[in-house]
């Protein structure tokens, strides 16, 4: 495993990413991604896109990044760099709907999601610009804790 420190080069991240992408298991699509996550304590965990011959569990690059990760006991993170393309990395890969949702569970809505070409131009977002109103933890805990009030109010209404 990789660290890197913080303020780190947004460039080094994106190279990471295209690192993990030669392992890409991508038979069906030929299209490649690699992912590198910064966690908030300087650890970088890498992912590549793997397919499957039934397509539906087929896993992106971003999300092996978090699953591993996650695996491991992390749960702050800073940033995280994208590439992917079939042949060439001439054009930025946004992360998918559903790796943003993954996103969104756990990472604050600054999280930096850093997109990366082969000419070395990167485009950085934050997770707020590219899932805006997103659902996340906040809109469970907030009608949990509701609940729980609703439901200490009636408890002691039936034992006052
Ligand atoms: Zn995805």
């Known amino acids: 495993m990789e660290t890197m420190n913080m303020t780190m ?13 030669k392992y890409a298991y991508a038979p069906y699509s030929g299209f490649k991604v690699g992912a590198a996550l910064l966690c908030k304590d300087g650890s970088i965990y890498t992912g590549c896109n793997i397919e499957n011959a039934a397509y539906t569990p087929t896993n992106c690059a971003e999300r092996t990044a978090f699953f591993k990760a996650v695996s491991e006991g992390k749960r702050g993170f800073a940033a995280m760099a994208v590439v992917g393309g079939k042949e060439t990395l001439d054009a930025y890969c946004p992360p998918c709907g559903v790796c943003r949702q993954v996103m969104m569970e756990f990472c604050k809505i600054d999280f930096q999601i850093i997109l990366g070409r082969a000419d070395g131009e990167v485009k950085i977002w934050k997770l707020a610009d590219l899932l805006p109103e997103g659902f996340g933890p906040g809109n ?21």
């Not at 947004?10 to 295209?18: Q, T």
């Not at 949990?144 to 039936?158: D, G, H, I, R, T």
């Open 9 to 21: 080069d947004p460039k080094a991240l994106v190279e990471l990413a295209a690192a993990a992408r």
């Open 140 to 160: 469970l805990s907030h009608d949990v804790s509701e609940m729980s009030k609703q439901v200490k109010l009636e408890c002691s209404k039936m034992y006052s």
